[in-house]
């Protein structure tokens, strides 16, 4: 059961991402922050009540508000990026942010094994073979790989202070909660400074595409909480090193889905990179 449900973490994460990244060239990021995690929420919120999750609150919770202030703003990074780049590159990219709870753990006193300096060593490597191609000439593209680092140091914030939010899955789904609903506040102000300094809310259709596009909004939302829930299950019923490994397969999702759905082609070296970022930030899983 456990790679059942890592496996389908991996594909309600990749599916999300590429969700996200489709609605990002067509909403602004903001407004998709906003929307889809508000929905997230709301779901979060039925969830915590019925498994009886606000026995879990204590102390603990601060690490969730800490990670629903960072979270928005790496959202925002992604889905910038997602929307300026190719999704097979951008995705991959994202999971380097491993590296911070691996950091957060040799600060703790925890030192790498092999396999774990082996995955820093090949991430690094990944991240220069795919964005090296695009810094000549193509300002879009180095924009779009320095926003996806940012947004991967911020996921990576967020997983080290989930991690320290909560001591089982009850009280995960509470953290979650929390999170979420910092999100909605932190990505919420942010839309109304941007409203107010002219920048739009809506997007060229008005209410009405937006409207129309509210189901794919709630997806992304919700595909996120999913993950979240799915991936828990697979930490609860068996290794967590399996769980992580297989679960951190989520660009995989996101790549082929940007191959065949919108036909977008990768040059050889860049498709290098990105597969050894991804293969790196497994290493780091598994180590």
């Known amino acids: ?47 915590v009540v019925g498994t009886g999750g606000w026995s879990e609150a204590g102390p603990r919770l601060w690490f969730a508000v800490a990670a629903g202030v960072v979270g928005p703003a790496a959202m925002l990074c992604f889905y910038r990026a997602l929307a300026l780049g190719p999704m ?11 590296v911070v709870p691996v950091g957060v753990g040799l600060a703790l006193g925890e030192r790498p094994g092999p396999l774990r300096i082996a995955g820093i060593v090949v991430a690094v490597v990944g991240v220069t073979l795919a964005g090296g191609p695009e810094f000549r000439g193509a300002a879009v593209r180095r924009q779009a790989i320095m926003l996806t680092l940012v947004a991967a140091m911020g996921f990576g914030a967020v997983m080290a202070l989930i991690a320290a939010a909560s001591v089982n899955v009850t009280g995960l789904f509470l953290a979650l909660f929390v999170q979420r609903l910092c999100n909605v506040v932190v990505g919420g102000t942010a839309l109304a400074v941007s409203v107010r300094r002219g920048a739009p809310a809506l997007p060229e259709g008005g209410a009405a595409l937006v409207r129309r596009s509210l189901p794919a909004l709630v997806f992304v939302g919700l595909a996120d909480v999913a993950a979240n829930g799915s991936y828990a299950l697979a930490a609860r019923h068996g290794s967590v090193a399996v769980a992580a490994v297989l679960a951190s397969l989520y660009p995989v999702v996101t790549a082929l889905a940007a191959r065949f759905v919108l036909k977008e082609r990768l040059r050889m070296v860049q498709a290098a990179g990105a597969g050894l970022a991804l293969a790196g930030s497994v290493l780091l899983a598994a180590g």
């Open 1 to 47: 059961m456990t790679a059942v449900f890592a496996l389908a973490t991996s594909l309600l994460w990749g599916l999300a991402d590429f969700g996200g990244g489709l609605l990002t060239r067509r909403f602004p990021a903001l407004t998709v922050v906003v929307v889809s995690q508000t929905a997230a929420a709301l779901v979060l919120g039925g969830i």
């Open 88 to 98: 097979g590159v951008v995705s991959p990219l994202a999971t380097i942010g491993v």
